[in-house]
Structure formats: structure tokens, C-alpha cells
């Protein structure tokens, strides 16, 4: 294997040729590779749960805010108020939910831009205060229709759901750089000196190893001698991606079933 990186070494540029070839080849390829990363990509097609989460999305807009609709005589009478009010808050306390939104719990701006007062000052309201929030509601169009209906006997509790998305961008872009792409290890056997626990936890990162393996095919020691690839690591790292990726595979089969009856 030496005698092939040295081979390599001396014969640059048709390494490069070879190289770009290959690109081109696979370039031509990958311009008709489609990736498809959404939920529904691993849902059963024609399956009647999914068109109906499929309809329910439709009429939301989204499916990161469910509505839980209220229906009564009147949604302000005492019992009634109570109950949203006590749905909004075991709601928010469901891990997952970011907030929850209804007529118990929204401010009012148009009273106080700066510092917004709750619209509903005490649950359930006194009489008087009842008629001072349906005057408001009827004068102010950002409530009504979106929190309560116009004839005040519906209801809406807005659920809306923590993006994940976000999360995991944040946590891939912390993943980057902790990771020795913009540094070398060199940095790491420095840190080792003074947090050995901190800089062993970076020789875990599984990027470690990628990006010192390409750093030694490409440029080699300092003194331009080639080195190879750290092939022992690699090993342990694909038979570790193999395990999760069978592991993996064979909990999404199992729970596949269940996709459209959870959603």
C-alpha cells in the first residue's frame, strides 16, 4: 500500500486527470439523483389515515400548529372558560409543544404594545369583565375569528410544535466545528496538555478521523513523505455505522406500520 501512495505522489498530474475524469462521470449521474427527505416520502401510499392527515394539513396550512376546537353555548360562561383554560395549560406542558395559544391566556396588545396585559384578566371573568372582552373582540379583528367565534359558542386552542429543524442545524454546525476541518489535530494534542478529558472527547468525533485521514493522503508529513489513511480507525467506524444502520433499519421497519395511525 506504501509502494502504491508512492506511486501516486509521483504522478500528480494524472492523479488529477484520473480524478476529474471520475468527477465528470459521476457528475453526469448525480445530476439525475433525487433526494427526497420528508416525512411523507416514508409513509404508506393510499393508505386513508394518510389522507386524512394530509387533509387536516391542507386546512391548518401546517403541520407544525394544531387547532383543538371548542364547541358551547357560550364560552365564556364560567365552566366553559375554566375548561380552556385548564386544556391550555396541561398542553403546554407536553414536551414537544413550544407554546399554546387561547382566549385564557392571550395578551392584548392593542391595550399595551410596550408591556401587553393578559385580554382576560382573571379566570372565569366576572360579568362585567365578559362584556368589556366581547366588545373588544368584536371591535378588534385580531382576536376575533382567530381565538373565538363571532357568535362567542367556539373556541380555538392553538398548539404549536417545536421545530426540530432548527435544532438539529444548530447542533450540525456545533458539530462542525468542533470537529478538526478548520484546524488541525496538531490543536487537539495541544488542548490535550491542558484538558486531556476535553481533547480525547474530540478524537471520538467520528469527523476526527475522516478529516485527518484526507490530511494525510493529501499533503503527507511536513517533510512531504505520504502517509496513510488511519486505516484502524476507519475500520472501527464502519463496522459501528453497520451495527446502527441494520439497528436502525430494522426499528423503522418494525414501527413503519404504526407512521399513519400515530400521525
Known amino acids: 500500500m506504501e509502494a502504491f501512495a508512492r506511486w501516486l505522489v509521483r504522478r500528480p498530474l494524472a492523479v488529477v486527470i484520473a480524478n476529474l475524469l471520475v468527477t465528470l462521470a459521476l457528475g453526469a449521474y448525480a445530476l439525475h439523483i433525487r ?8 409513509l404508506p401510499a393510499g393508505d386513508p389515515k394518510i389522507a386524512y392527515y394530509d387533509e387536516t394539513r391542507r386546512l391548518f396550512g401546517s ?12 364560552v365564556f360562561a364560567p365552566a366553559t372558560i375554566e375548561k380552556i383554560a385548564r386544556v391550555t395549560n396541561e398542553l403546554a406542558k407536553i414536551d414537544g409543544v413550544s407554546k399554546v395559544l387561547s382566549i385564557s391566556n392571550v395578551v392584548d396588545p392593542a391595550e399595551n404594545v410596550l408591556s401587553p396585559p ?10 362585567d369583565e365578559v362584556e368589556r372582552v366581547k366588545a373588544k ?15 362567542f359558542r367556539g373556541a380555538a386552542i ?11 442545524r444548530h447542533a450540525l454546525r456545533l458539530w462542525f ?25 474530540m478524537r471520538i468525533n467520528p469527523f476526527y478521523t475522516f478529516f485527518e485521514s484526507y490530511r494525510n493522503v493529501i499533503y503527507g508529513t511536513p ?14 467506524w464502519l463496522v459501528i455505522s453497520t451495527v446502527f ?9 418494525r414501527l413503519e406500520p404504526a407512521f399513519a395511525k400515530v400521525l
Open 63 to 74: 403541520d407544525d400548529v394544531g387547532v383543538i376546537g371548542v364547541v358551547a353555548d357560550d
Open 223 to 236: 517533510e512531504g513523505a505520504p502517509l496513510m489513511p488511519l486505516w484502524r480507525d476507519l475500520a472501527i
Open 245 to 253: 444502520l441494520a439497528l436502525a433499519t430494522l426499528f423503522f421497519k
Open 118 to 127: 393578559p385580554l382576560i384578566l382573571r379566570i372565569p371573568p366576572p360579568p
Open 35 to 42: 433526494i427526497e427527505s420528508s416525512l411523507e416520502s416514508v
Open 177 to 201: 466545528y468542533l470537529s478538526p476541518a478548520l484546524y488541525s489535530s496538531a490543536a487537539i494534542d495541544a488542548l490535550g496538555e491542558k484538558a486531556p478529558v476535553v481533547a480525547q472527547l
Open 137 to 151: 373582540l368584536k371591535r378588534v379583528p385580531l382576536y376575533g375569528r382567530n381565538l373565538v367565534a363571532d357568535d
Open 158 to 168: 392553538n398548539v404549536f410544535f417545536r421545530d426540530i429543524a432548527n435544532v438539529s
